[in-house]
RNA sequence: GGGGGCGUAGUUCAGUUUGGUUAGAACGCCUGCCUGUCACGCAGGAGGUCGCCGGUUCGAGUCCGGUCGCUCCCGCCA
């Protein structure tokens, strides 16, 4: 039978004491990191949030609790009643915070005693993935995600009071909402009283923030889950969380500041590094040109080079072929590294195989000249051609990418990523902000064989591409920023259209007409039609902000109670069969294939 | 939908390449001893459906087929 609580009250937390605290009577409560019964005194490390505090059971002194003490296990939950004393020069432990003192018990209550955990609650023990999210109450009692959940907590707190300061307000947007045809697969929640129809778990609070920019409320934020069914990866949950925002009466500049401002904040106040403002901005088309892709990572150099022009008559059939039929070939540099093995050179590419690139070439350039399979395509012309583009030095190698635009940019981009980790080239306590901006507005599905948003249908186009919406719908840029931490997209946002006639000439570049832009915009062009004001915002990825504050390589160490790579739920078995009874009163009949 | 990795004591792993006696180690756990430890120490002990199902074989943790779970990635994610 355990102990009752009563009326005993913590005094204090298993942090706090310290040699001033000496002689002072204490009450602490916490779980049992560890106990060390020498026959005699008895040691245990009493943990709570704040920290670890040793207290001793001395037979001397009570004769009674010592004989108590020692039933307690890993993991009881304790309430003693003791004196703090200083411990003995040679015995202080200047590993522990509270290391100069010690608490000498003379009451106890073992509040609960406790199963020998499947996995020891320290740091450092090693615990596959499978268990702690089966345990995931355990998992949480541990150092790291206990700080990485205090992080979580530090973050959304400077984030609400940013924006609390700055005129933001807080409102809350329907979770139960519409589907909507564009974007991520919904979430979809069928209805009772209205049965065979089905609400949407939002993808974003996308419309509704529209909307109370329409009200009037100027400056609107949220902290925000948001669920998209779509296959999970590291950085990926299907319910996850945004900082999201929207202002009116802004541009571009107007958002970007006030969202560097919040960033600065947050890694002022969470990690105490100061940030230097503002951050670099390149355009979406330098960003692909210079790096392969939309989210560089700006800790290293390593840029690609577009050599199509001069590879294209070279005489070598691969390069020129993909040339002629529209593609192109992008070159890196990586300089002073024609040491590469052959080994190496054949996982680069196989590397780049899983991007669809079909090959890559390599130069390497010796003292006594190139060194490559491709070599002998040169005439000195080219190669010097090549070397001038390429800054090609002695020691140097540089890899070729041949293939359509979108495909050879994306493999050597990803290439670029690859081998400054290969290199060791990225600082982990390096941040490097990036502004990616004027995205397209759309991209052409050849699956789908029409245009989709790139971004969303609700962007605004630059102005001066207004034109191009009946010309070249895919040179028309939008007034779009992202915003990138060393390789990694933490958020996005636009200018909206706040016209309803621009809406509907977007909407109808998408394929939706007026007919079906009613259905299911509706609402939306009517309230666009009622007054709305220029408007624009941003979305955080907040999970992949913390990750990267805490360090981590996925946001599962983020979340309190993350899925799996099933979009399961290991501590609950979520989701789970209902009861026939349960899907009569919805109206909803499984598919026979899926029953047994 | 596709490709890769992993699955052996409570936990982390070795053993699988080349099938062969009783499947090992560390940590944890249990019992006893121990009055100054903090990775306490000493002595002893318990603990295994080798993910699951099937096949090959005289014999399978090991080989083959299937399946389930966890994970990384491609597709997908406006």
């Given at each position: 039978?355990?102990?009752?609580?009563?009326?005993?009250?913590?005094?204090?937390?298993?942090?706090?004491?310290?040699?001033?605290?000496?002689?002072?009577?204490?009450?602490?409560?916490?779980?049992?990191?560890?106990?060390?019964?020498?026959?005699?005194?008895?040691?245990?490390?009493?943990?709570?949030?704040?920290?670890?505090?040793?207290?001793?059971?001395?037979?001397?002194?009570?004769?009674?609790?010592?004989?108590?003490?020692?039933?307690?296990?890993?993991?009881?939950?304790?309430?003693?009643?003791?004196?703090?004393?200083?411990?003995?020069?040679?015995?202080?432990?200047?590993?522990?915070?509270?290391?100069?003192?010690?608490?000498?018990?003379?009451?106890?209550?073992?509040?609960?005693?406790?199963?020998?955990?499947?996995?020891?609650?320290?740091?450092?023990?090693?615990?596959?993935?499978?268990?702690?999210?089966?345990?995931?109450?355990?998992?949480?009692?541990?150092?790291?995600?206990?700080?990485?959940?205090?992080?979580?907590?530090?973050?959304?707190?400077?984030?609400?009071?940013?924006?609390?300061?700055?005129?933001?307000?807080?409102?809350?947007?329907?979770?139960?909402?519409?589907?909507?045809?564009?974007?991520?697969?919904?979430?979809?929640?069928?209805?009772?009283?209205?049965?065979?129809?089905?609400?949407?778990?939002?993808?974003?609070?996308?419309?509704f923030k529209q909307l109370l920019m329409i009200s009037g409320f100027e400056?609107?934020?949220?902290?925000?889950?948001?669920?998209?069914?779509?296959?999970?990866?590291?950085?990926?949950?299907?319910?996850?969380?945004?900082?999201?925002?929207?202002?009116?009466?802004?541009?571009?500049?107007?958002?970007?500041?006030?969202?560097?401002?919040?960033?600065?904040?947050?890694?002022?106040?969470?990690?105490?590094?100061?940030?230097?403002?503002?951050?670099?901005?390149?355009?979406?088309?330098?960003?692909?040109?210079?790096?392969?892709?939309?989210?560089?990572?700006?800790?290293?150099?390593?840029?690609?080079?577009?050599?199509?022009?001069?590879?294209?008559?070279?005489?070598?059939?691969?390069?020129?072929?993909?040339?002629?039929?529209?593609?192109?070939?992008?070159?890196?540099?990586?300089?002073?590294?024609?040491?590469?093995?052959?080994?190496?050179?054949?996982?680069?590419?196989?590397?780049?195989?899983?991007?669809?690139?079909?090959?890559?070439?390599?130069?390497?350039?010796?003292?006594?000249?190139?060194?490559?399979?491709?070599?002998?395509?040169?005439?000195?012309?080219?190669?010097?051609?090549?070397?001038?583009?390429?800054?090609?030095?002695?020691?140097?190698?540089?890899?070729?990418?041949?293939?359509?635009?979108?495909?050879?940019?994306?493999?050597?981009?990803?290439?670029?990523?690859?081998?400054?980790?290969?290199?060791?080239?990225?600082?982990?306590?390096?941040?490097?902000?990036?502004?990616?901006?004027?995205?397209?507005?759309?991209?052409?599905?050849?699956?789908?064989?029409?245009?989709?948003?790139?971004?969303?249908?609700?962007?605004?186009?630059?102005?001066?591409?207004?034109?191009?919406?009946?010309?070249?719908?895919?040179?028309?840029?939008?007034?779009?920023?992202?915003?990138?931490?060393?390789?990694?997209?933490?958020?996005?946002?636009?200018?909206?259209?706040?016209?309803?006639?621009?809406?509907?000439?977007?909407?109808?570049?998408?394929?939706?007409?007026?007919?079906?832009?009613?259905?299911?915009?509706?609402?939306?062009?009517?309230?666009?039609?009622?007054?709305?004001?220029?408007?624009?915002?941003?979305?955080?990825?907040?999970?992949?902000?913390?990750?990267?504050?805490?360090?981590?390589?996925?946001?599962?160490?983020?979340?309190?109670?993350?899925?799996?790579?099933?979009?399961?739920?290991?501590?609950?078995?979520?989701?789970?069969?209902i009861s026939s009874r349960k899907l009569q009163e919805l109206g909803i009949?499984?598919?026979?294939?899926?029953?047994?």
């Amino acid at each position: 039978m355990n102990d009752l609580l009563g009326s005993m009250k913590k005094s204090c937390t298993c942090g706090e004491l310290e040699k001033k605290h000496v002689n002072k009577q204490v009450i602490l409560m916490g779980w049992v990191q560890k106990r060390r019964d020498h026959g005699g005194v008895i040691f245990i490390d009493l943990r709570d949030r704040k920290g670890i505090t040793q207290i001793v059971f001395n037979p001397e002194i009570n004769k009674k609790i010592h004989t108590k003490a020692q039933s307690i296990r890993n993991e009881y939950v304790l309430g003693v009643i003791g004196k703090v004393v200083q411990r003995p020069d040679n015995m202080i432990n200047s590993n522990m915070a509270t290391g100069d003192i010690e608490v000498l018990v003379n009451e106890l209550k073992i509040l609960n005693t406790a199963e020998t955990p499947v996995f020891q609650i320290e740091k450092n023990v090693e615990t596959s993935e499978s268990v702690r999210l089966k345990y995931r109450h355990l998992d949480l009692r541990r150092p790291r995600l206990q700080k990485n959940i205090l992080t979580r907590h530090k973050v959304s707190m400077v984030v609400r009071d940013y924006l609390n300061k700055n005129g933001f307000v807080d409102i809350e947007t329907p979770f139960l909402t519409k589907s909507t045809p564009e974007g991520a697969r919904d979430y979809l929640v069928p209805s009772r009283i209205n049965q065979g129809a089905f609400y949407a778990l939002p993808q974003s609070p996308q419309l509704f923030k529209q909307l109370l920019m329409i009200s009037g409320f100027e400056k609107y934020y949220q902290i925000v889950r948001c669920f998209r069914d779509e296959d999970l990866r590291a950085d990926r949950q299907p319910e996850f969380t945004q900082i999201d925002m929207e202002m009116s009466f802004v541009n571009e500049d107007e958002i970007i500041e006030i969202a560097e401002g919040l960033i600065k904040q947050i890694f002022k106040k969470v990690l105490d590094i100061n940030l230097e403002l503002p951050f670099k901005r390149i355009t979406y088309d330098e960003s692909i040109a210079r790096f392969g892709l939309d989210r560089p990572d700006m800790r290293f150099a390593l840029e690609l080079c577009d050599v199509s022009n001069i590879v294209k008559d070279a005489g070598l059939n691969v390069f020129s072929n993909v040339v002629k039929k529209g593609g192109i070939v992008k070159a890196i540099n990586v300089k002073g590294h024609s040491t590469f093995t052959r080994k190496e050179i054949d996982e680069f590419t196989e590397f780049v195989s899983i991007y669809k690139a079909k090959g890559l070439a390599w130069i390497k350039v010796k003292q006594d000249g190139w060194q490559a399979p491709i070599a002998k395509f040169f005439t000195d012309e080219k190669k010097q051609a090549l070397s001038n583009c390429l800054n090609m030095e002695v020691g140097d190698i540089v890899f070729f990418v041949a293939a359509s635009a979108q495909i050879a940019n994306e493999a050597l981009g990803q290439l670029r990523n690859q081998l400054a980790r290969h290199l060791n080239l990225v600082n982990k306590n390096v941040y490097k902000f990036v502004w990616v901006t004027h995205f397209p507005l759309l991209e052409y599905d050849k699956v789908e064989k029409r245009y989709q948003a790139f971004h969303h249908p609700f962007t605004s186009p630059l102005e001066e591409d207004l034109e191009k919406l009946e010309t070249a719908l895919l040179e028309v840029k939008a007034k779009t920023y992202d915003i990138v931490l060393n390789g990694t997209e933490i958020g996005g946002g636009s200018i909206r259209i706040h016209s309803k006639g621009l809406q509907e000439k977007v909407l109808n570049a998408l394929g939706i007409d007026k007919q079906e832009a009613q259905n299911k915009f509706g609402f939306l062009l009517d309230a666009l039609s009622s007054g709305a004001p220029p408007h624009g915002g941003i979305a955080f990825g907040f999970d992949r902000l913390v990750m990267l504050l805490c360090q981590e390589d996925s946001i599962r160490d983020v979340i309190a109670f993350p899925k799996t790579q099933k979009a399961a739920c290991s501590l609950t078995d979520a989701p789970s069969k209902i009861s026939s009874r349960k899907l009569q009163e919805l109206g909803i009949k499984v598919s026979e294939l899926l029953e047994e």
